[in-house]
């Protein structure tokens, strides 16, 4: 996928699995609620008055296809936010067109994270902000055993779906 800048905001130091041209900024303390708001203050940062779009880690079957024409630039006119539903009531994605630390601020800290109205709060506090939200697909996050064989199975040519069988295959056992 296109983009200006790759920022990757981590706890810890990244090894040789890191592909050239992202930028590492440590990840700060407290709970994801501060962290994903503190993400977004490094992006504006980084790159102020230019839009960012914060992905979890834990949807292996997006692909830039799904987010190519929804952020494409002749789309993104009256667009403030972007947010990515996951099918467990959470999100897998949120963008601000112009993010700063004090609107990421508003709208995360002391939001409940993985429970199932996070994000109906999200979008509350979206509109409470009186932004104008474009909903991209809404996807399955993996967070059990269950939602890793929904995904692959929904993905069964992905990287993720055969790391998985080769996880699930198991050696014969010699009699």
Known sequence: MPAGRRLLVLDGDPGDWL???WTVVPQCDGGLDRRLADAFAHAARL???SPAL???MDTPQLDAATLSEPLSAVRRPGVDAWYGPAADGGFWALGL???TAELAARLLHDVPMSTPDTGAVLLRRLAEARLAVHRLPVLTDVDTADD????????PGSRFAARLRALTTAPEVAS
Do not use: D, F
């Not at 890793?148 to 993905?155: D, F, K, W, Y």
């Open 19 to 21: 592909p050239p041209g």
């Open 47 to 49: 790159a102020p008055g």
């Open 54 to 56: 914060l992905v979890g």
């Open 97 to 99: 067109a112009r993010p």
């Open 148 to 155: 890793a064989r929904q995904v692959a199975a929904e993905s």
